[in-house]
């Protein structure tokens, strides 16, 4: 009886896992099928604000502006209203990243690094989120190490920021570039394994990720194309 009772229990384990596994992928496709939409709007926004020379709204104002719509796309992640708050948030972050993409076009081969750190983006992404979703490895292992890590260079870019240390920026992006990374197989193994059950939280997780991977990535080149 208790090996019978075991091998029940032994496979209702595994059919629970291939549920949430099977839920995990749907709740990813929902994901990337938003997470494209996003990026294609905050990519335009970004482009107005580059085409009409459009000012960047400044550090504080960045900072309530993310945390603002963040928090509102938490609040309404399971009503209609929570796709009206996942475009407001990512056209804000549009939006502040056109001055910085206008300070790089302007630069000289500035096209090139802008095209370069895209094209990098990209294949980072979709290489390792195919790595994740080929290979079925739990990454959630990583979760604690990355918010620690992200929180240390959350601080740190914030006093880079205020006291001007080119030097401490760069190795924050190099950091970023990494941190990021993980962070792409951890959130992409968390949505398939039924971590995160929300698609619009998922997207922008996700979205948030290859925000700062993109920008890291265009400080580190354009740091290389100056020397």
């Known amino acids: 009886m208790k090996i019978l009772s075991r091998s029940a229990t032994d496979v209702q384990t595994v059919a629970y896992r291939d549920s ?5 992928h749907k709740v990813l496709r929902n994901t990337y099928m938003l997470l494209s939409m996003t990026l294609l709007f905050s990519a335009m926004t970004a482009g107005a604000t580059v085409a009409f020379n459009i000012p960047g ?6 900072l309530v502006g993310y ?3 963040l928090f509102a796309t ?12 996942v475009f407001a948030l990512t056209g804000f972050m549009g939006y502040t990243l056109g001055p910085i993409l206008t300070r790089y076009l302007g630069m000289p081969g500035g096209t090139g690094i802008v095209m370069t750190a895209m094209a990098m ?5 979709m290489g390792l989120s195919a790595y994740v979703l080929v290979s079925k490895r739990d990454f959630s292992f990583m979760g604690g190490f990355l918010m620690v890590g992200m929180l240390v260079a959350f601080v740190a870019s914030l006093g880079a920021i205020f006291f001007q240390i080119p030097a401490l920026s760069l190795t924050i992006s190099a950091v970023m570039v990494l941190l990021m990374s993980g962070m792409i197989l951890f959130e992409t193994s968390n949505i398939i394994r039924g971590g995160e059950t929300n698609y619009i939280m998922a997207t922008v997780s996700l979205y948030v990720t290859i925000f700062n991977l993109f920008t890291s990535l265009l400080q580190l080149l354009g740091f290389i194309e100056k020397e």
């Open 74 to 85: 938490a609040k309404l992640q399971n009503s209609g209203w929570g796709i009206a708050a």
């Open 20 to 24: 949430n596994v099977s839920s995990g």
């Open 67 to 69: 945390f603002g719509l």
């Open 121 to 125: 983006t990209g294949l980072i992404f």
């Open 57 to 62: 709204p400044g550090i504080l104002l960045t």
